[in-house]
């Protein structure tokens, strides 16, 4: 499994508004780990989720899944202090609309 088809999983499972990825390590062009921060639209069960995900995503490296639905992230990044608000500012948006004009 290669990081398209990783990326690929999360959103067959998830149905992300949006996947961030933040913390990676890479060597030359292949992935050493990855972190992913994924935003969904409605409240779900995260820990089954989370656990659906960590079965199905079979990857030669280590990854890390982070998930917020939108009511959760939306708070949570305009806290300058938060987790999520780094990764929003210093994560690469792999799938979905970007939050600049949101208030």
């Not at 060597?27 to 409605?42: E, F, K, P, T, Y």
């Not at 030669?60 to 929003?88: C, K």
């Not at 210093?90 to 970007?98: A, D, F, P, S, V």
């Amino acid at each position: 499994m290669n990081f398209k088809e990783v990326l690929d999983t999360v959103i067959q499972y998830c149905r992300p508004s949006r996947v961030i990825l933040y913390g990676e390590k890479m060597a030359g062009h292949d992935m050493r780990s990855a972190n992913l921060c994924i935003i969904v639209d409605v409240k779900c069960d995260k820990k089954r989720l989370l656990h659906q995900l960590y079965l199905e995503v079979n990857a030669p490296f280590p990854v890390q899944f982070l998930l917020y639905n939108t009511d959760e992230w939306a708070s949570m990044r305009r806290d300058a202090g938060s987790y999520a608000s780094a990764i929003e500012k210093k994560g690469t948006i792999l799938y979905g609309e970007t939050t600049q004009g949101e208030h």
